[in-house]
């Protein structure tokens, strides 16, 4: 096969395996499971047992350079907790909800679900069965592949708007034909000392702590690496943090005005004319427009909606303007506010108008390694394709990722409009308890299915609620896989440290024998490293030579718009319709949608709805990450649940006070739509007294199985309904109004 890409190799002192001190090292990647979106480079120890008994970081990999988190230097716990699914099961299902599961070969548990998959598709066609997971993991690619190699279209996340990365990356395509990320030397195996590489002058942090969150490929300390080399932060975020303290300007914005005080800040770069003229001339379409755009919005409105203070505002665009270099590191927070595409817009023209993109320390591309999304997406006949869910009512669909539309995914289940949805597959997803909105919406839309099977490592609410079969997955020491797609700008391979506890079998090889019951064609490997291989040949890698030299990186080039190296004629520019960044988009007026950047007042907010004001008089913001916890994972580990015991509301000492309420209360937090429990988290000046912050993805493992472990008096989920942004990506996770009450004896 022709292959013209150019890799730079990581220089290893010791083979992937090598025995140190009586115990065998093997060097590996951390992703999933447990949950992370990394591929830290990691050393596991074992001992002479086969036992996992440690994990190092690898001082050699470039990426994190030996550094880790809590939640893998504590993965043996993670790896054997007595938690673990050990075998198949299957419950009947008339016992939806009752812990009454039967142990099942894996035999009769793959018969039984081809069977079932085989009978669905010939019945009520293959679009029938939704197939889902939950956030990206390297799991994911055989997901994908058993949706598409059955036939069916709707392969997707559960998670209202697709509200994470999916509105940032599908808004990026449209308007610039591809993804941007922060330039932190990630794509460059000598890092901070390649040559080509300056360091960012400052970095925009808006909605997103990169510190604990580790999100999409992005390792957090990065971020310090790069404020030790000297770079600013500007940070947007309703509340203070370490970094926020350390930041130029922390502006504490009110829950959801992202948009609004993004077009300010844009309006002061444009009218006090610190944008970079030439590479707005040059390379971006629609700046009048833009320009006129955000001069409809007056700045001190924008002040007295968005809580942040003009000169604040002010302070913040000049210091990014002037910056020789400035990138954005953006979080979930902005695909979290409804109208997720006007925010990006917003967002993104900061470091579009002012030049920074594809230059050192401004905003990189950001590639993948081998085939990641899509990988099977050609079986799947055209009329099938054309039957995805959401295509018709949400026409941006079409643009980019094949996922569907999960808001129109729930009423499809509940009115079998346009067709009936008969089947769910679940992989890598709790939904009820953390990425569905309303799980009770959600719950009875899903007991009308005929079928439920999930896969997981641990039994969850959600399976405990509705699954009929469970099959038990592998976590990353005990299997091969592969690093590829993410920000993850390198290959490199996850290499299997242990042998598999209990029945457990890996993701991929789950999939492998479904696939072949299901479309044998499609699945012609014997095994999963044959499948593996098939993935990594296609960068002129063998899976054997890419884990001896990876992580391998392949070059990357700046001004790619100056090289002719984005459009298929080989012209210079972006690859858009005009050629060109497109300030004023064209791909969403074609599509029905504004071409520019606007904001939309929450609904519920105290703007929208002020007559709510009164009995929900507090603004609330979910999710923020913590340290030990990765969504609803880990409450099963007792070190990490330590670290972080209990559910938690965060609240300013006045608003403590003015309740009548005190630290460390278990409260109800009550929205219009429903209401959680959380304990009251008293914190200093970090937080505004008339915002609440609380975390998500809650349910005592402890707790009683048919009782759902309380999940549903700890869902935060409650108050938000399926309801998405206008391109139907985007929905309110981080922003509603609510009111804190205390638990009542008993309850
Ligand atoms: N209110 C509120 N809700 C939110 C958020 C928020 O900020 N606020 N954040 C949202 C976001 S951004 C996301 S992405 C979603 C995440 O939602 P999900 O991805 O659904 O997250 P989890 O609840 O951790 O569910 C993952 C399940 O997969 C299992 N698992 C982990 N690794 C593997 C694996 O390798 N194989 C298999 N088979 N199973 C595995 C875990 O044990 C767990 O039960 O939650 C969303 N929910
Ligand atoms: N430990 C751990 N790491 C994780 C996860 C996890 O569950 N645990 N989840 C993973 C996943 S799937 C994702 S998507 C990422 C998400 O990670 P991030 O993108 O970092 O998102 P959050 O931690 O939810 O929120 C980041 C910051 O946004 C602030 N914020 C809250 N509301 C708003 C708002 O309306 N506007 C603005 N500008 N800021 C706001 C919060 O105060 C918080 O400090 O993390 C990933 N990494
Ligand atoms: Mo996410």
């Given at each position: 096969m022709e292959n013209q890409r150019e890799f730079i190799e990581t220089k290893h002192e010791k083979p992937w395996r090598y025995e140190e001190d009586g115990l065998t090292v093997t060097r590996s990647a951390a992703w999933t499971a447990p949950g992370c979106h990394e591929g830290c480079g990691v050393l596991m120890y074992t001992d002479a047992q086969g036992k996992l008994v440690k994990v190092e970081g690898d001082p050699e990999d470039p990426y994190n350079q030996g550094r880790l988190c809590v939640r893998c230097l504590d993965l043996p716990e993670v790896v054997y907790s007595k938690d673990r699914l050990m075998y198949p099961m299957r419950r009947d299902k008339a016992l939806r909800g009752k812990d009454a599961w039967e142990r099942i070969s894996w035999e009769e548990a793959i018969d039984e679900i081809g069977d079932k998959l085989q009978e669905t598709a010939r019945e009520f066609g293959p679009e029938s069965v939704v197939f889902l997971q939950g956030t990206g993991r390297d799991v994911q690619t055989p997901i994908g592949r058993l949706a598409w190699t059955y036939g069916s279209p709707n392969y997707g996340c559960p998670q209202s708007g697709i509200a994470c990365y999916m509105p940032r990356i599908a808004m990026c395509a449209s308007t610039t034909g591809s993804m941007w990320i922060s330039d932190c030397s990630q794509q460059f195996q000598d890092r901070y000392d390649n040559p080509d590489y300056e360091v960012p002058e400052v970095m925009i942090v808006w909605g997103n702590y990169p510190i604990k969150s580790n999100a999409d490929g992005f390792f957090g300390h990065w971020v310090i690496d790069l404020m030790k080399r000297g770079t600013k932060?500007?940070?947007?975020?309703?509340?203070?943090?370490?970094?926020?303290?350390?930041?130029?300007?922390?502006?504490?914005?009110?829950?959801?005005?992202?948009?609004?005080?993004?077009?300010?800040?844009?309006?002061?770069?444009?009218?006090?004319?610190?944008?970079?003229?030439?590479?707005?001339?040059?390379?971006?379409?629609?700046?009048?427009?833009?320009?006129?755009?955000?001069?409809?919005?007056?700045?001190?409105?924008?002040?007295?909606?968005?809580?942040?203070?003009?000169?604040?505002?002010?302070?913040?665009?000049?210091?990014?303007?002037?910056?020789?270099?400035?990138?954005?590191?953006?979080?979930?927070?902005?695909?979290?506010?409804?109208?997720?595409?006007?925010?990006?817009?917003?967002?993104?023209?900061?470091?579009?108008?002012?030049?920074?993109?594809?230059?050192?320390?401004?905003?990189?591309?950001?590639?993948?390694?081998?085939?990641?999304?899509?990988?099977?997406?050609?079986?799947?006949?055209?009329?099938?394709?054309?039957?995805?869910?959401?295509?018709?009512?949400?026409?941006?669909?079409?643009?980019?990722?094949?996922?569907?539309?999960?808001?129109?995914?729930?009423?499809?289940?509940?009115?079998a409009k346009p067709y009936e949805i008969r089947g769910l597959w679940l992989q890598t997803t709790n939904t009820a308890t953390c990425m569905g909105a309303d799980p009770k919406r959600f719950m009875a839309a899903a007991g009308k299915m005929d079928f439920i099977y999930s896969v997981d490592l641990y039994m969850t609410p959600t399976i405990m609620a509705l699954a009929d079969i469970v099959l038990p997955a592998l976590t990353f020491p005990e299997r091969n896989g592969l690093m590829q797609n993410s920000g993850a700008q390198r290959g490199i391979t996850i290499n299997k440290a242990i042998e598999s506890l209990g029945e457990c079998k890996s993701d991929y090889e789950i999939n492998l024998l479904i696939g072949k019951k299901v479309n044998p064609e499609a699945w012609p490997w014997e095994t999963v490293e044959d499948m593996?291989?098939?993935?990594?040949?296609?960068?002129?890698?063998?899976?054997?030579?890419?884990?001896?030299?990876?992580?391998?990186?392949?070059?990357?080039?700046?001004?790619?718009?100056?090289?002719?190296?984005?459009?298929?004629?080989?012209?210079?520019?972006?690859?858009?319709?005009?050629?060109?960044?497109?300030?004023?988009?064209?791909?969403?007026?074609?599509?029905?949608?504004?071409?520019?950047?606007?904001?939309?007042?929450?609904?519920?907010?105290?703007?929208?709805?002020?007559?709510?004001?009164?009995?929900?008089?507090?603004?609330?913001?979910?999710?923020?990450?913590?340290?030990?916890?990765?969504?609803?994972?880990?409450?099963?580990?007792?070190?990490?649940?330590?670290?972080?015991?209990?559910?938690?509301?965060?609240?300013?000492?006045?608003?403590?006070?003015?309740?009548?309420?005190?630290?460390?209360?278990?409260?109800?937090?009550?929205?219009?739509?429903?209401?959680?429990?959380?304990?009251?988290?008293?914190?200093?000046?970090?937080?505004?007294?008339?915002?609440?912050?609380?975390?998500?993805?809650?349910?005592?493992?402890?707790?009683?199985?048919?009782?759902?472990?309380?999940?549903?008096?700890?869902?935060?989920?409650?108050?938000?309904?399926?309801?998405?942004?206008?391109?139907?990506?985007?929905?309110?996770?981080?922003?509603?109004?609510?009111?804190?009450?205390?638990?009542?004896?008993?309850?």
């Open positions: 932060i500007v940070m947007a975020d309703p509340r203070m943090t370490w970094l926020g303290k350390r930041a130029e300007v922390n502006m504490a914005l009110r829950p959801g005005t992202d948009a609004l005080l993004a077009i300010g800040m844009l309006q002061v770069i444009i009218n006090e004319d610190i944008y970079d003229h030439d590479f707005v001339e040059n390379w971006c379409y629609g700046f009048d427009e833009l320009k006129a755009r955000v001069n409809e919005y007056d700045l001190d409105d924008i002040a007295t909606r968005t809580w942040v203070p003009v000169e604040q505002i002010k302070r913040a665009a000049r210091i990014v303007a002037n910056a020789k270099s400035a990138c954005l590191q953006w979080g979930v927070a902005v695909d979290m506010t409804k109208e997720s595409f006007p925010a990006g817009q917003a967002l993104m023209a900061f470091v579009e108008i002012t030049g920074n993109i594809d230059v050192p320390g401004g905003m990189m591309s950001m590639p993948t390694f081998a085939l990641s999304i899509g990988f099977g997406l050609e079986h799947l006949p055209e009329e099938q394709a054309k039957k995805r869910l959401g295509l018709d009512r949400y026409p941006v669909y079409g643009f980019g990722y094949p996922m569907m539309q999960p808001d129109v995914m729930i009423e499809a289940m509940e009115t593996l291989e098939a993935i990594v040949g296609t960068t002129g890698y063998t899976f054997d030579r890419l884990r001896n030299v990876g992580p391998a990186y392949e070059k990357y080039t700046y001004r790619k718009h100056e090289l002719g190296l984005w459009r298929p004629d080989g012209t210079p520019g972006f690859n858009t319709p005009t050629g060109k960044i497109e300030l004023y988009s064209t791909a969403f007026e074609a599509c029905g949608l504004d071409p520019l950047p606007y904001f939309d007042e929450p609904d519920p907010g105290p703007v929208a709805n002020p007559d709510l004001l009164e009995e929900y008089p507090l603004v609330m913001t979910t999710g923020a990450r913590n340290w030990s916890l990765f969504h609803s994972e880990h409450r099963q580990i007792p070190r990490l649940r330590a670290m972080h015991p209990d559910p938690i509301v965060q609240m300013h000492p006045d608003a403590v006070e003015r309740y009548g309420l005190h630290n460390g209360d278990w409260v109800w937090v009550e929205a219009p739509m429903g209401r959680f429990k959380r304990r009251i988290q008293a914190t200093r000046e970090i937080i505004d007294p008339r915002v609440v912050s609380t975390d998500h993805g809650w349910w005592f493992p402890e707790a009683d199985p048919e009782n759902l472990y309380d999940m549903m008096d700890l869902n935060s989920n409650n108050c938000f309904g399926w309801v998405p942004g206008k391109s139907g990506f985007g929905a309110n996770y981080k922003t509603n109004l609510v009111k804190v009450y205390r638990v009542a004896e008993g309850e």
